[in-house]
């Protein structure tokens, strides 16, 4: 079992900068991939980034490419969202989550664990 606790989320302006935090305990933090999905009102669930277990490899949706920027540190088993010249369009409730596979991944079914979120909203 893996407990994963999001932070950092808020209210800002069209163009600001986030740092969203997710602290994971239970199980051996690197031994999962770890990702970013966000779900706005009346939208599903969407990838939004994802590092490898080890933090060697990252991958992002396209909308966030360029602004956003995924991290770890296992020695603090946290997971890093850097969420910079934000837009409206990226208000949502963020949550991490966590899979057993080395590798990264943006497929929402590899995730086992997840977290409760954070809202992180954009105002124009």
């Known amino acids: 079992q893996v407990q994963l606790v999001e932070s950092g989320g808020g209210l800002v302006q069209a163009g600001g900068s986030l740092r969203l935090s997710c602290a994971a305990s239970?199980?051996?933090?690197?031994?999962?991939?770890m990702g970013w999905f966000r779900q706005a009102v009346g939208k599903e669930r969407e990838f939004v980034a994802a590092i490898s277990w080890r933090g060697g490899s990252t991958i992002y949706a396209n909308s966030v490419k360029g602004r956003f920027t995924i991290s770890r540190d296992n020695a603090k088993n946290t997971v890093y969202l850097q969420m910079n010249s934000l837009k409206p369009e990226d208000t949502a409730v963020y949550a991490c989550a966590a899979a057993p596979t080395p590798i990264a991944t943006m497929n929402r079914n590899d995730y086992r664990y997840w977290g409760q979120g954070t809202q992180v909203t954009v105002s124009s």
């Open positions: 239970g199980r051996t933090f690197s031994n999962y991939a």
